[in-house]
Each structure stands twice: as C-alpha cells, then as structure tokens.
C-alpha cells in the first residue's frame, strides 16, 4: 500500500512534477494565467514570465498548454529544452513542432526555412484563421542566435495582429539577456515575474492538494503550527514546501502519527541540515 492510501488519498498530494491538476493559483499564478490568456486571445505578439527556481512557473505553462489545447482555434505547441547548436538545427525542430514539409533540398538554407515558416504561419494564422501559440519553457538557456531568430518570427503580422504567439517562460537570468538585445524588448506585449507565494496562500494550497489528492476529512492533516513552520523554512516557494510535505506525509506513517505537527517538521528541517552519511535515529547526537 503506498504511503499516501493510508490517509484515504488517490494519488500523491505533494509530488513536484508540474500537474497542472495541481496548480493552485494563487493571487499571482491567477493573474498571470488569465492575462496570459489575454494577451494570446489578443493576439499580441510575445508575453514572458520570469521567476526564481521553484516559483510554479513550469507548472503554470502546462495549466496553459492544458487549456489553449482544448480550443480548436489554437495551433499549440511547447518546446521544453530550448538548448540548440545552431539556427538551422532550431529552424529544423520549429518545422518539425509545426507538423511542415521543410524544403527537402540538401543545400537548404536557414533563409528557406524562414521563409517556409512563414508562409506556414500565414496559412494557418491568416488564411484559416487560427492561432498559432509557440510556449518556450527554461528560455534562460536559449541561445542569443534563436533569441533573433524569434524577433525576426515576430515581424510577421497584418494590419491587426500578430502571426505568431510567442510565449517564454524562464528564470529571472534572462530578464537583462533580452534587455540588451536590439528591438527584442520593445516586442513584448506582456511581462510577469512570479514570486512566492504569502503563508496565508502557502496554506490554501497546501489543502487544496490534499483535497485534489481526494482527502475529505473535515479535519486537517496540518496544523496551524506546522504550516507556519513550513513557510519560515520554504519562504511559500512551491517546489520547496511540497517536497517538505512529501516527506511530513512519509514521517506520518514513520512514527505512526495522525496529524503533521511541527514537531514533525522541525525533525525533517534539521535532518536536511545534518552532514550527508550520518543516520539521524542513531548518530543525530554526536553531531
């Protein structure tokens, strides 16, 4: 039986892979979302978000990629390591992301795939009328070449919108990389930076994952004390407090507990602390 049956849960409440089913949107993941959604309904052209490790920015483009994938008016499409040698091997993987025929030609250019690129995207974006969205996630890492290789994938628009929906999800390091690069800020129509979340919303999302998770007792698996001790150590960064509580769940069953105290807290806070190699029932005082 897994660890978390014990509690009349169906599935692992505090796992740190990015479900969106998972995603609690705080004040600040909520704005974000909803004026992501603006802005690509618009058809404006390029929105980034930025945030430290940790802040749910990866879990938020899967709740968007989750949601733009349910209407049929939106060509989506992610691209999850945006690491590339060169414009050719990018232009070569954008092609094959957009499900095109690239030119077939051994001497092709990346100026002919440029252009097949763009005739596609004004097919699909003009002539059917559909609305491409391109969602790059960790874009800190995409090199300076694809970065002008976007702007340049920018410039085509109508009268009235953009072609392309472009939108880069990355740590704060790439805020002063697009900053220096010409005319490439001035293109972003909409720009968020993620912070963590306040303790108040630190234990609103803690019981939204239990109750995700199919919990239903009226009583809370945490106490008042414990989720105050879990925002001190994590400072509300998402990625930090659901590992804490993975393994407060885990401690639950360890030391045959009902209820995640901050005693039990406090025994995983100082364990992480302690010099890897020693056995924390058996060594911790000789520490």
Not at 109 to 127: P, Q, S
Not at 138 to 158: G, K, S
């Amino acid at each position: 039986m897994s660890y978390y049956e014990t509690f009349g849960l169906q599935k692992e409440p505090f796992s740190t892979s990015p479900d969106p089913a998972f995603l609690f949107l705080s004040r600040q993941h909520k704005a974000a979302l909803c004026r992501l959604q603006i802005a690509i309904s618009l058809k404006r052209g390029m929105s980034v978000i930025l945030g430290d490790v940790g802040t749910g920015k990866t879990t938020l483009s899967r709740k968007l990629a989750q949601l733009l994938r349910d209407d049929d008016s939106i060509l989506f499409h992610m691209i999850l390591n945006p690491f590339f040698k060169s414009e050719k091997q990018f232009l070569h993987h954008l092609a094959k992301l957009f499900h095109m025929d690239p030119p077939s030609r051994k001497d092709v250019t990346g100026l002919d795939m440029m252009e097949a690129i763009e005739k596609y995207l004004f097919r699909r974006g003009v002539e059917e009328n559909k609305t491409v969205v391109l969602l790059i996630d960790e874009a800190q890492i995409l090199p300076d070449f694809v970065l002008e290789t976007l702007r340049i994938l920018l410039n085509y628009e109508t009268n009235e919108f953009k072609i392309l929906q472009l939108v880069l999800v990355g740590q704060l390091e790439l805020l002063p990389r697009i900053n220096k690069l010409h005319n490439f800020w001035d293109r972003i129509a909409f720009k968020y930076v993620l912070n963590p979340m306040e303790e108040e919303e630190l234990a609103a999302a803690i019981q939204f994952r239990l109750t995700q998770a199919g919990y239903s007792d009226i009583n809370g698996l945490f106490t008042n004390e414990a989720i105050e001790l879990i925002y001190a150590h994590t400072q509300g960064y998402p990625r930090k407090f659901t590992a804490l509580c993975h393994n407060a769940l885990e401690s639950l069953v360890m030391y045959d507990k009902s209820v995640v105290d901050a005693e039990i807290i406090q025994r995983i806070i100082d364990n992480d602390l302690l010099p890897i190699g020693v056995d924390t029932e058996k060594d911790i005082d000789a520490v």
